[in-house]
């Protein structure tokens, strides 16, 4: 599995981004897409999940009620639309398949992916 994250940048605190992350390879061995993000001197934090038929999702509450989670599957692209940014949404975000099939409190704990993306540098600043 292959995973591209995207949509990364520069935006002022309440803006809205949307993040996707395309997809690719072996698209039957995961069982959902999680988003992390990772700031300069922090752990990797687990942000929302979304399993692979789009009826199960879950956010943490750091982002609960400004990121909303969402897939295509024709497209084998899930979204992260992020609005009301605020400065410490700061980091570089990232996208990953989980391989094992957890759902709830734990879908967002990074030890159950195995497939990673790239990142993309998401930078919240007036």
């Known amino acids: 599995v292959q995973l591209q994250a995207s949509g990364g940048g520069l935006v002022q605190p309440g803006g809205s981004l949307r993040l996707s992350c395309a997809v690719s390879?072996?698209?039957?061995?995961?069982?959902?897409i999680g988003w992390f993000r990772q700031a300069p001197g922090e752990e990797r934090e687990g942000l929302s999940y979304?399993?692979?038929?789009?009826?199960?999702?879950h956010y943490a509450d750091s982002v609960k009620g400004r990121f909303t989670i969402s897939r295509d599957s024709a497209k084998n692209t899930v979204y992260l639309q992020m609005n009301r940014l605020k400065l410490e949404d700061t980091a570089v975000y990232y996208c990953?398949?989980?391989?094992?099939?957890?759902?709830?409190?734990?879908?967002?704990?990074?030890?159950?992916?195995?497939?990673w993306g790239q990142g993309t540098l998401v930078t919240v600043s007036s």
């Open positions: 979304i399993n692979r038929n789009g009826d199960i999702t």
């Open positions: 990953a398949a989980q391989t094992t099939e957890v759902t709830g409190i734990s879908s967002i704990f990074p030890l159950w992916y195995e497939y």
């Open positions: 390879g072996v698209t039957k061995d995961y069982y959902g």
